[in-house]
């Protein structure tokens, strides 16, 4: 079996994701060498690979949850290019893991044909070395004034000769209607390569869509491969800004008498936002992202994440107010915890060239330190401890603390000894991404955070594993792809190749797309 497949969307987190980790995760257990790819991703939540030459990499979180789908190691090459928002009107290039250039939306254009082609030699190095690959698309192939260069939905397809299904939100409401009109926006030759579609997050009984589903395979003469119900046991690593809602995770009772609440802020440009997730598997750790400044005030334990845009986001704390939450939460004695970005803005002083070119500007100073922004970007994967118990994790930022003027107690510290991150009393920062994933490092610290913030009736699980989490959501995907889709069709696409003879639905792509 030598194939692959397009999985597209009628939008923006219509499902792509994790409908790609289902079927890697569903190939996976019949056999199949499988593997992930999107050759371009937006996103400002990154995890860091080593490449074969043993320099750290960055590709979308997304990429990584699907490779741990489809039961491999994540390889920079599942992510070719990588889009890192800055601004409304910038994103820095990442290739190969590589920060290369940062552009805005008029000299990217010029840029598609290189990084075109380090897309699709990425692709065809993994068609050589695996059964089967399963792309994934971004955002809408029927996004008109991007088919130009288009190298990651219809262009993709039709370079590597694969079939698409597209996939809709149904809790969205409207998906017959995008279903429908994202082919009829497509050129001749691209509709050709739409294969069936798939409705995502029905709720209810499949029989009560018999009549939309019918109509839709009559009116474009396409199949819907099946309905997926909404299941509230999938959680996987959000990949845009779309996915972040006010609930991080899935709730469960606490072990104890009390919950303990997390309020995570959600910056304009937030970034590996996913790190909460790991508080969120702890039984009785209820987490939300916020911007109101009287969710800080009420919670337990306050998180500011990464960010993909360290001063200015800093600023717009201070502008919301939420930076004054932030000061009455520390010195109300409850725990404050500043993640990469966020640990940054704690400091005293940022002198920043690099990201915002604004020199020095003031932090909240809540941690003694000082962080200046250097033009390489560190990006490794980090090993060593921190309250005693082992930890792993990764970073990623320009941002370095200086030199330190007074003694500061390390958070963490890497295997080698050297020390990471700071603490001074309840306020807690670190660069390492991912720490919380390590399981008895997260029990110490939220018993610790829950007795700083009065509640002595939260109580820890014993036994939560943040891998058995995610590879219990990653099987659920499976499942539901086995179960609810038409998998001998799924099967002989991924085999063959596209459906031939399939009607062109009008109007189309205008003639100069």
Not at 310 to 319: G, M, P, S
Not at 321 to 335: D, S, T
Not at 476 to 504: K, N
């Amino acid at each position: 079996m030598t194939g692959g497949l397009l999985v597209a969307g009628t939008t923006s987190d219509a499902g792509k994701s994790i409908l790609t980790a289902g079927i890697c995760r569903w190939l996976h257990r019949r056999g199949v060498k499988v593997a992930p790819f999107k050759a371009q991703n937006m996103s400002n939540n990154s995890v860091v690979v080593v490449g074969p030459d043993g320099r750290g990499g960055e590709i979308g979180r997304a990429q990584a949850m699907q490779a741990a789908a489809c039961g491999i190691a994540p390889d920079l090459r599942f992510n070719p290019v990588l889009l890192k928002p800055g601004s409304d009107r910038s994103s820095q290039v990442v290739l190969l893991g590589e920060a290369i250039d940062t552009v805005t939306a008029g000299n990217y254009r010029s840029m598609k044909p290189r990084l075109a082609e380090t897309a699709y030699a990425a692709l065809a190095d993994l068609r050589a070395e695996y059964d089967a690959v399963i792309c994934e698309g971004a955002g809408s192939p029927a996004e008109i004034n991007l088919r130009a260069g288009d190298f990651v939905n219809m262009g993709l397809a039709r370079h590597a000769g694969f079939p698409a299904i597209v996939v809709g939100d149904i809790d969205r409401g409207g998906v017959f209607a995008a279903l429908f009109g994202t082919v009829a926006l497509l050129a001749r030759e691209d509709q050709e390569l739409i294969a069936g579609y798939v409705i995502n997050k029905f709720r209810g009984s499949p029989e009560i869509l018999r009549p939309g589903l019918d109509m839709i395979t009559a009116s474009t003469g396409r199949p819907v491969l099946g309905v997926l119900p909404y299941d509230e046991g999938v959680w996987v690593d959000g990949e845009d800004s779309l996915a972040f809602g006010s609930t991080v995770g899935r709730e469960q009772g606490p072990v104890g008498t009390e919950w303990l609440r997390v309020a995570v802020i959600k910056l304009p440009r937030i970034s590996n936002a996913t790190d909460a997730e790991a508080l969120a598997a702890e039984p009785g750790v209820r987490v939300r992202l916020t911007r109101d400044p009287a969710d800080l005030l009420e919670a337990d334990l306050v998180v500011i994440p990464g960010s993909k845009a360290t001063v200015t986001d800093l600023e717009w704390l201070r502008a919301t107010g939420l930076a004054g939450a932030i000061h009455q939460h520390a010195a109300a004695g409850k725990p404050l915890l500043g993640i990469c970005g966020g640990f940054q803005m704690l400091a005293e002083r940022i002198h920043d060239e690099v990201e915002s070119r604004r020199g020095t500007v003031p932090g909240l100073g809540l941690l003694p330190v000082e962080i200046a922004f250097e033009p390489v970007k560190t990006l490794a994967r980090a090993t060593g401890e921190g309250l005693g118990a082992p930890v792993t994790g990764y970073e990623i930022h320009h941002g370095v603390v200086s030199p330190a003027k007074v003694k500061v107690n390390p958070f963490l510290r890497y295997a080698d000894g050297r020390a990471e991150g700071a603490v001074v009393r309840n306020v807690f920062g670190t660069h390492w991404h991912g720490a919380f994933e390590s399981d008895e490092f997260r029990r110490r610290f939220l018993t610790g955070a829950a007795r700083s913030a009065g509640r002595p009736g939260f109580v820890v699980a014993p036994a939560t594993s943040f891998s058995a989490v995610r590879e219990t959501a990653l099987d659920l995907l499976g499942d539901l792809v086995e179960e609810h889709l038409d998998v001998d069709a799924l099967w002989r696409l991924i085999e063959t190749g596209p459906t031939p003879g399939l009607p062109f639905l009008p109007p189309g792509a205008p003639d100069d797309v």
